[in-house]
T-cell receptor, first 117, second 114 residues
Framework: AQKITQTQPGMFVQEKEAVTLDCTYDTSDPSYGLFWYKQPSSGEMIFLIYQGSYDQQNATEGRYSLNFQKARKSANLVISASQLGDSAMYFCAMREGAGDSNYQLIWGAGTKLIIKP | NAGVTQTPKFQVLKTGQSMTLQCAQDMNHEYMSWYRQDPGMGLRLIHYSVGAGITDQGEVPNGYNVSRSTTEDFPLRLLSAAPSQTSVYFC?????????????FGSGTRLTVV
């Protein structure tokens, strides 16, 4: 079974609108971390935001916020006031376990976001 | 500039050839890792290291070797290249394996095996 599912292969959004990119995950470990990365056409991977399973509040970083619904096992990325420079691939990833017991990030297949002017 | 440096950016190999992908970081990060990215898939972990002299296998280690003689460098060796190893390779590092502050990625190496 897929551990990280991103159901939207591609999205078109009008500039300045808010965007929600979906991510659902599957784990039986009570301790885990969720990450979102951006990959522009230039190819580099850019870290956006992190949510820990025990974090009391949803993570926010500037225009990025994470809609974390633990019971539903979803961690959707919200981008407010989208800009043309937000056009990129977006990846959701998960690390299971606490401490130094597990080093592997499990990645979704990504969502290609295109912002229209 | 501080960060993760990968070389080369592009490489074409013939089946059976060997080569080493270089990765260096100047942030004194203990944790380093190699991922491969294939079309339509997320990244998959090949090997990782939690410090100099310590390496371990990830999800897809076959056909690859690593070593970590210094904190800064983490080269990835392809022993006998196969077309299935055509991919984009990323090196990533983090101060801690938990990576709460995210992993810093290199710019990638696009490898084609013919």
């Amino acid at each position: 079974a897929q551990k990280i599912t991103q159901t939207q292969p591609g999205m078109f959004v009008q500039e300045k609108e808010a965007v929600t990119l979906d991510c659902t995950y599957d784990t039986s470990d009570p301790s885990y971390g969720l990450f979102w990365y951006k990959q522009p056409s230039s190819g580099e991977m850019i870290f956006l935001i992190y949510q820990g399973s025990y974090d009391q509040q949803n993570a926010t970083e500037g225009r990025y916020s994470l809609n974390f619904q633990k019971a539903r096992k979803s961690a959707n990325l919200v981008i407010s006031a989208s800009q043309l420079g937000d056009s990129a691939m977006y990846f959701c990833a998960m690390r299971e376990g606490a401490g130094d017991s597990n080093y592997q990030l499990i990645w979704g297949a990504g969502t290609k976001l295109i912002i229209k002017p | 500039n501080a960060g993760v440096t990968q070389t080369p950016k592009f490489q074409v190999l013939k089946t059976g050839q060997s080569m080493t992908l270089q990765c260096a970081q100047d942030m004194n990060h203990e944790y380093m890792s190699w991922y491969r990215q294939d079309p339509g898939m997320g990244l998959r972990l090949i090997h990782y290291s939690v410090g100099a002299g310590i390496t371990d296998q990830g999800e897809v280690p076959n056909g690859y070797n690593v070593s970590r003689s210094t904190t800064e460098d983490f080269p990835l060796r392809l022993l006998s290249a196969a077309p299935s190893q055509t991919s984009v390779y990323f090196c990533a590092s983090s101060r801690q394996p938990q990576g709460r502050n995210g992993y810093t990625f290199g710019s990638g190496t696009r490898l084609t095996v013919v």
